[in-house]
């Protein structure tokens, strides 16, 4: 080993893994953030991948990203730009040259910067100086080479050999942060059990490529990211739909209820059912539905049946659940419904990230049909906001949407581990055996909930469904002042939530010049935002929304307390339009964006500093 | 005949009425439908609290508000689906599952051979009278070829699905086939399909008077039908007719049912077809549920009524074995394994 020169202490590094979407980056990308975490350090991530599992080799359409933010302070979002660039083809350097901060550093697998692939990524023959990236610390190392000769002598076939140049190029970075390579060699031992040669093989890869980091004249510095100070505790990492899934469970516990969740597989929520399909430990029920109006469909029969039913999905699969989630409102059943948003409309951006599902989640229905909405705002709050959808869902017997998305969904981060002791209380509203005054909808007058007489408990034998009911006994009524009546009671009852949730906080600056609003995933760089401009010496707030419907209780004097207000979201101004509509005596901008990107925390001060100035 | 159930409840068919007016039209073969489930259900030894009545949309779906059991009326097309949850949520309840043809068959044609597949334990009852009822007289997925409709005014083009077909392709294990107006059979029928274990799907020849009246009058009519009618029983050869004289043979050399008369061509009541209802082939019930007027007589009764495992009890066996070999019982113990580390 030779000696290493003292590292560069460093505040924050963004890396971006990215290559060919069979060439594992988000395997790569996982194993780093897990490694940064164990050492202590505060992680961001965003995987970004083509919608084709393997979409045509070598383009730019098929590359596969994964960005990690790691750092000394709190880290918000998974960065704007990176610090480092792995690219092993040309087309991955193609795709994430603009997202270079100057000067920063690029490992490209050289051996894949062939004339061919150089024109299939659309350069003509010299990216480097094509993107004017000459100034750059380009490192060009030979990835597929010495992968293969760092295992010509195991007579592994050329698909294993190319499979494991992912862990070169992971070695290299290990080197440069001054990482251990323990805990991903602990990964292979666990992953690969029953294959020891893949194991050695992912193992000498990974020393090779550390090793030729340390050997290269480019690499004579390294640096460190010192581990963040944070909240003592127990932390994990977690990703948004994890998180959900959990979330979904420990409701289940608190409220001594089962959990039944039907779904149908949809990009990017499916990661939610196949972690509840995994929990049959904690009795988790799964039923894969043969379509999504199956998934919501047998949920509402659960519901009926006396358990906490969810459903998960996306855009379109809630597109097809609208009917049924009408029922769920007339029938005032407690059911859950994740709804992670991707690219629409249509079949959309289905892997890419957007806010745009708004609209639909609200007013999506026949009829006037009034749920509640809550949105999570960072991949670990998923399971604080799952938590909290199935006990609203619960206590005030309503189907409730818990809107995430791909952002969310696939990025993870630290998450401080809870107690269940520490988690709020969830009371049921079923109607115990041997109630003899009972109505299928006698009402809390507090709440306007109704009971939950279950199937299966005698003397409590009714009938409900989907034509309206009579206001008490529940009996089909066709009687117009009577639609009157029940229409009104739906929709008092979800806004009586409001009674029931927190009340909005404002970060950073309570009143000044411009109010930052937003909701959902964009908080990490909204805040990120807010907490640069404050340093600057600006006069700006951030007022981030988790509940969509009803509204928080206090909206109006927040508002009220800044000149200018600024709504941020992924779509094209429905926020806004909501806002509008609720509290139509402020004067909305709005910074809106739909590229399947989450945003950059540089567009959000561009657009405050151009109200601060106009 | 009433039997007592294990809390020593011994239930008349009244004990299922509620007090709802029931709403469909006069002469509507829905009535008699009503009367045998109820029928049944007195006679099963299931306690009242134990039954989840599940429909879609139709006439035949306002059923539920009809028993005086738990009742739930879906939207259309999805009571299949509806039932599926409640079934799997709670396996100690007996689910009746009400259908139209068209809420089977159309809009909920997935649903419907999914239950079938998965061998749901639920009991569906189609009612079928071949054509919308509820929204006053289209052509439905079972409408004859050529039926003249609203929809249809120069007769369907399309031809239609036979149901017990349609259930045995999807891999079903008990179908039944009985008309609205024989109460007895029905009531028998539909005892036996509570009491089979899995999807036991019924289907009704259900006569709608104002959009379809007569629709299986050929079948039904005094004259004729101990001609034009086999009740299937099992271990019973395979004999109709007013005279009981005909029967059903299989033509081994074209591989299909031939009717032949006892005493004819050397033919006698031993060369005549056995009814197995318990048979896993399916072949031979393909072509019983196949069987149309006027070439064959309609086969009502028990058709096919095969033991399989049902899919509720697998998926709550399957959560009960993961269960004892999992170190994870309760949330936290899963918030707490994995990679976690302390932050001192
Ligand atoms: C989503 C939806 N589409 C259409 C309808 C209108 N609709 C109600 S019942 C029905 C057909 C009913 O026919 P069938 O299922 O055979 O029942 P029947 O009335 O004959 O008993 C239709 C088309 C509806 N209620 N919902
Ligand atoms: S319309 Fe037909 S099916 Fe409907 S209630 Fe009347 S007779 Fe019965
Ligand atoms: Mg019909």
Known sequence: ?614 | MSKETSQGVVYTPKDFKSDQEVRWCPGCGDHAILNSVQRAMSQLAIQKEKYAVISGIGCSSRFPYYMATYGFHGIHGRAAAISTGVKVANPELSVWTITGDGDSLAIGGNHLIHAVRRNVDINLLLFNNRIYGLTKGQYSPTSVKGQVTKTSPYGTVEPPFNPGELVIGAKGKFFARTLDGNIKLSTDIFIEAARHEGTSVVEILQNCVIYNNGAYADITDREHKEDRQIILRDGEPMIFGKERDKGLILDREHMKLKVVKIGENGISEKDILVHNSTENNPGLHMMLVNMRWPNYPVALGIIRNVAAPTYDMAVHAQIGKVKESSPINKMDDLLTSGNTWEVQ
Not at chain 1, 250 to 279: C, H, N
Not at chain 1, 317 to 344: C, F, H, N, W, Y
Request: contains cysteine; proline residues 6%; aromatic residues 8%.
């Open chain 1, 1 to 614: 080993m030779t000696k290493k020169n003292k590292p560069i202490e460093l505040e924050d590094v963004v890396i971006r893994f990215s290559g060919d979407s069979g060439d594992g980056m988000q395997l790569t990308g996982t194993l780093f953030s897990n490694t940064a975490a164990l050492l202590g350090n505060d992680i961001a991530t965003f995987p970004d991948y083509p919608a084709e599992i393997r979409a045509p080799q070598g383009t730019v359409g098929g590359v596969s990203g994964f960005q990690v933010h790691f750092g000394h302070a709190r880290v918000k979002t998974p960065g704007d730009l990176a610090d480092v660039l792995v690219a092993m083809n040309p087309a991955a350097l193609k795709a994430n040259a603009r997202w270079l901060k100057p000067g920063a550093m690029i490992i490209i697998d050289v051996d894949n910067f062939t004339p061919k692939n150089i024109e299939k990524a659309g350069y003509k023959e010299d990216p480097i100086r094509e993107e004017k990236l000459e100034d750059y610390n380009v490192i060009q190392a030979p990835i597929t080479s010495l992968t293969k000769r760092a295992l010509e002598d195991m007579g592994l076939d050329m698909k294993s050999v190319l499979r494991s140049k992912n862990m070169f190029a992971l070695g290299m970075i290990y080197w440069i942060f001054n990482r251990p390579l323990k805990f991903t060699e602990d990964f292979f031992k666990s992953k690969f059990k029953r294959k020891p040669e893949i194991i050695e093989a992912n193992e000498r890869v990974l020393k090779a490529g550390y090793y030729y980091a340390e050997t290269i004249e480019a690499l004579h510095v390294t640096y460190v990211v010192k581990p963040a100070e944070i909240e003592k505790g127990t932390y994990r990492n977690i990703n948004g739909n994890t998180a959900t899934a959990w979330g979904l469970i420990a409701a289940a516990e608190k409220a001594g209820l089962q959990l039944f969740v039907g779904s149908y597989p949809i990009t990017p929520a499916t990661g939610i059912l196949e972690e509840l399909a995994l929990r049959k430990n904690l009795g988790v029920i799964t039923v894969q539905a043969e379509d999504e109006i199956a998934g919501i469909t047998t949920s509402i029969g659960a519901s009926f049946a006396g358990l906490l039913a969810a459903t998960t999905t996306s855009g379109p699969g809630l597109a097809l659940k609208s009917e049924a989630l009408g029922l769920a409102v007339i029938t005032e059943l407690p059911l859950v419904v994740v709804d992670v948003q991707r690219g629409g409309p249509s079949t959309g951006l289905p892997t890419k990230t957007e806010q745009s599902d708004l609209m639909q989640v609200l007013y999506g229905r026949n009829g006037e049909s009034p749920v509640a909405v809550v949105a999570a705002s960072t991949p670990a709050n998923c399971f604080y906001y799952a938590f909290e959808a199935a006990r609203l869902a619960l206590e005030h017997m309503t189907p409730v949407v818990l809107m995430t998305d791909g952002f969310l969904a696939n990025g993870s981060e630290p998450w401080k581990i809870p107690a269940m002791s520490e988690m709020p209380e969830i009371k049921t509203r079923i109607v115990p055996e041997g109630t003899d005054d009972y109505e299928p909808y006698k009402r809390d007058p507090e709440t306007l909930a109704r009971g939950w007489a279950i199937p299966g408990t005698p003397g409590l034998e009714h009938r409900i469904g989907g034509l309206e009911k009579d206001e008490i006994s529940g009996n089909v009524s066709y009687d117009p002042v009577n639609h009157q009546v029940m229409t009104n009671i739906r929709t008092e009852k979800v806004k009586r939530i409001v009674h029931d949730i927190p009340e909005l906080k404002v970060e950073g600056e309570q009143e000044g010049d411009v109010l930052l609003v937003g909701w959902g995933s964009t908080f990490g760089h909204l805040k990120s935002a807010q907490e640069e401009m404050d340093q600057e010496g600006k006069k700006v707030g951030l007022a981030h929304f988790n509940y969509i419907n009803p509204l928080p209780g206090n909206v109006e004097d927040v508002f009220g307390n800044f000149e200018k207000i600024l709504v941020c979201e992924l779509n094209m101004g429905q926020f806004a339009g909501y806002l509008r509509m609720n509290f139509p005596q402020f004067d909305y901008h709005q910074l809106n964006k739909v590229q399947g990107l989450p945003f950059t925390v540089a567009e959000i001060k561009e657009a405050v500093n151009n109200l601060l100035e106009g």
